[in-house]
């Protein structure tokens, strides 16, 4: 697996910027280099703490072991990480705590990598709401039901205001 520096250092830049004000991960920021990502990932808190900043509700950081002095702490992490991204909506079939403690000797950072492209993809994508956005009302299509409109996933929503935007400017 081949994994394109700019998607690492796009990711990176997420963690850096997410969780610049941390201090319980501090001392392992800035990720410079981007490759130093495999690294800090093994104990499990940098990924929980990403998922805590993205949405709180979904793991308790008081369960996790700031300090891990043990692989069974390191293997408990990961697993308080794994299932938040499950709960925050993320496909973690297949993947599990020595995936992720392990990457850099299993050659297993594409796991990684995937799991960290969809933890920072829900917080992007949280954004993208009528509530947060108010101007995306103007989306509303002819005849459409408002409370249809408001249950358009972001995806879709996003879609709709490239469409018009593109339209708006006279290339769709």
């Not at 808190?45 to 043990?70: F, G, V």
């Not at 697993?79 to 000797?105: K, P, S, W």
């Not at 709401?129 to 929503?157: A, W």
Request: aromatic share 4%; glycine share 4%.
């Amino acid at each position: 697996h081949t994994i394109p520096r700019s998607e690492l250092e796009a990711l990176v830049f997420q963690i850096n910027k997410r969780l610049q004000h941390d201090p319980d991960v501090a001392e392992r920021l800035p990720l410079d280099p981007p490759e130093k990502l495999y690294s800090a990932v093994e104990d499990g808190l940098l990924l929980s703490k990403l998922i805590s900043e993205i949405d709180e509700t979904k793991i308790n950081t008081a369960q996790l072991h700031k300090t891990t002095r043990t692989q069974y702490e390191r293997i408990e992490n990961h697993n308080y990480c794994i299932e938040a991204a499950r709960r925050m909506g993320c496909v973690v079939t297949n993947i599990g705590a020595l995936d992720l403690m392990r990457n850099i000797q299993n050659k297993t950072q594409h796991l990684v990598m995937g799991l960290l492209w969809q933890i920072v993809k829900v917080g992007l994508m949280s954004k993208v709401t009528v509530q947060k956005h108010p101007e995306l009302i103007r989306l509303v299509g002819p005849g459409e039901d408002l409370s249809t409109f408001l249950k358009i996933n972001p995806e879709d929503l996003l879609c709709r205001w490239v469409n018009y935007h593109l339209k708006r400017a006279g290339s769709a």
